[in-house]
């Protein structure tokens, strides 16, 4: 009888993995021709196979959350290119990223983009779209480039509530207003500038200036109010929000209430709220700036409440915010040896780090599980943002795919990363479960420690419209 499948018609098979298919757990082979997953669970042949027994076969990990070759708004440059950047999201298990297109004061929006796109094409290993970071409402042609580019697939945009690249309430009102006409998400950055300047203030003052001291500039009721607020506007313009990085309690629960009464609201925390607390901050010196972010680490108690909350689906997705400055005077240190907290850029790595930091926790006894991880790092991020082909491996998806051996320990060192930070914020963490095997569209990129990537070979994600709509938000998620 002449077999289904004969030899060599699939360009690479994974044979016998357990496979974390949208359906649930399939223990089988998965077959790849073209760049695409042609079956999942059948016995198949192909020109290649990778023995899978024993590992996990996940979804490539899509991190919706990344700063790359990105000024920050303290004019400081971060450490990473997109060849560096990608180059580590790949060995971490990585294939897709949203990193941001931030518009400078005065900046034609188009412009934004096309330096960006450029910047991308160069130098991405694994495929990318961009979040559109508003920060000029009044340059001439806003509101057409705008429109033009969401219709072109860049169907997410950024505001911030504070800094000095913030928008005022009712220009947020009209960025969602102009994201439901044409068909985007709005993610916000949700702190209130006006408590965050004041603690910042009396701080200073006092000459409570050190990194450990950037905790208390950034008070938690900042985030729970800027949170409760951007809710009520999602509600009242039937607009999605995303709200970035939930570091406390209070957060999370805000969301659980909003998306409870409804609101079309989805919400994301990150690894370093869920692994660090605030006493990080706290070394000798100007050390504890490595590990500053904003918002920063928060309380134990803070990190158990966002893991109930990811178990109950209350935050729907863990991102890096991989922020990346060198600990020196191109970056942390730009302000010099005796920078106060306020002059310290804001930031860490994570692009590398984020998956087997996940792996790791939610794969152990009594852990969130293989589909939940699975689902946080992949799937939900590829919905929710409207990458089509991505985040799940099933048949006519797009083959990217990480293999993982639970087994395998790792301890992380001082400079062990494949960016260009210079320094790992989780020295010294042992981790269980590593990405043996990452593919990108069929491509080996990462095998066996071995890093197979081109500058450039990464695609742009077009986003012809988003998979969630504003009337169903709550129910798709």
């Not at 970035?244 to 659980?256: D, K, L, N, P």
């Not at 790992?424 to 593919?439: K, Q």
């Amino acid at each position: 009888m002449r077999a289904t499948f004969m030899a060599h018609d699939n360009d690479l098979v994974i044979r016998g993995g357990h496979v974390v298919a949208p359906s649930g757990v399939i223990d089988g082979d998965v077959a790849i021709k073209d760049g695409k997953i042609v079956s999942v669970g059948k016995p198949v042949s192909g020109a290649r196979e990778i023995d899978g027994r024993g590992k996990w076969v996940m979804p490539g990990g899509v991190d919706v959350h990344a700063h790359i070759e990105q000024m920050s708004g303290m004019g400081v440059m971060n450490a990473d290119t997109f060849e560096t950047a990608t180059r580590s999201a790949a060995q971490g298990g990585t294939t897709s990223v949203i990193s941001f297109a931030a518009q400078a004061r005065g900046e034609p929006l188009a412009q934004t983009v096309a330096h960006y796109s450029a910047r991308a094409a160069r130098g991405a290993m694994i495929d990318y779209a961009f979040h559109l970071t508003l920060t000029d409402l009044g340059v001439a042609g806003f509101d057409t480039d705008l429109g033009d580019l969401i219709a072109a697939g860049h169907r997410s945009l950024k505001v911030f509530t504070t800094y000095n690249i913030k928008l005022d309430d009712h220009e947020i009102l009209s960025i969602m207003a102009q994201a439901r006409q044409h068909g985007a998400l709005v993610c916000v950055h949700a702190e209130t500038d006006a408590i965050l300047n004041h603690a910042k203030t009396q701080l200073i003052e006092a000459g409570h200036v050190r990194p450990r001291d950037h905790a208390a500039s950034h008070p938690r009721i900042a985030e729970i109010d800027a949170v409760e607020r951007m809710c009520r506007f999602a509600t009242y313009l039937d607009q999605p929000v995303m709200l970035f990085h939930i570091s406390t309690t209070e957060g999370a629960a805000a969301v659980r209430l909003a998306r409870a009464n409804g609101a079309p609201v989805w919400a994301e925390t990150c690894p370093h709220y869920l692994f660090m607390s605030e006493g990080i901050l706290d070394a000798p010196g100007l050390e504890g700036a490595k590990w500053m972010c904003s918002p920063p680490q928060r309380q134990t108690a803070d990190q158990d409440a966002l893991w109930a909350a990811l178990g109950a689906g209350d935050l729907q997705i863990v991102s890096s915010d991989h922020a990346p400055y060198r600990y020196d005077k191109s970056g942390k240190l730009s302000a010099g040896p005796d920078a106060g907290f306020h002059e310290i850029a804001n930031g860490l790595p994570g692009l590398e780090t984020r998956l087997p930091l996940m792996f790791d926790a939610m794969m152990r006894v009594g852990g969130l599980g293989p589909e939940h991880f699975a689902r946080i790092t992949a799937t939900a991020p590829a919905q929710i943002y409207g990458l089509l082909n991505k985040g799940a491996i099933a048949q006519g998806m797009d083959a990217d795919i990480t293999i993982w051996d639970p087994d395998k320990q790792v301890t992380y060192g001082a400079n062990d990363l494949h960016d260009n930070v210079g320094y790992n914020p989780w020295e010294g963490r042992t981790i269980t479960g590593w990405p043996t095997h990452v593919i990108l569209r069929g491509e080996m990129l990462c095998e066996d420690g071995e890093f197979l990537g081109i500058a450039g070979m990464g695609q742009w994600i077009d986003r012809p419209e988003l998979a969630t709509k504003p009337n169903n938000a709550k129910a798709k998620t």
